[in-house]
């Protein structure tokens, strides 16, 4: 099932609302690793599907996001927040 990875990214004009309902949603996926602040990887083809069909009902005129489908590139960080992203990364 697990195909690809995306990063997902988004930018409120004002913090509050989007937040709140952006975070409802990604407590519902199945496989995300949270990186840093608003930004995510997401594993699975499905979870990407159910996001995008509900990110419309979070997001007005002036909020951003950003959804990004990785490539097999390989990956490169440095004093990641997020612990173990390393073996999340490698379990593809």
Request: proline share 2%; charged share 35%.
């Amino acid at each position: 099932m697990t195909a690809n990875i995306f990063l997902f990214s988004y930018e409120p004009h004002k913090r509050g609302w989007t937040d709140r309902c952006v975070q409802s949603h990604l407590e519902s996926l199945y496989d995300i690793k949270h990186l840093h602040h608003d930004m995510y990887l997401i594993k699975t083809d499905d979870d990407i599907d159910l996001l995008e069909k509900y990110l419309t009902e979070c997001f007005f005129e002036k909020d951003r996001y950003y959804l990004l489908q990785i490539k097999d590139e390989p990956y490169r960080f440095k004093r990641a927040k997020s612990k173990s992203i390393r073996r999340w990364m490698d379990n593809i």
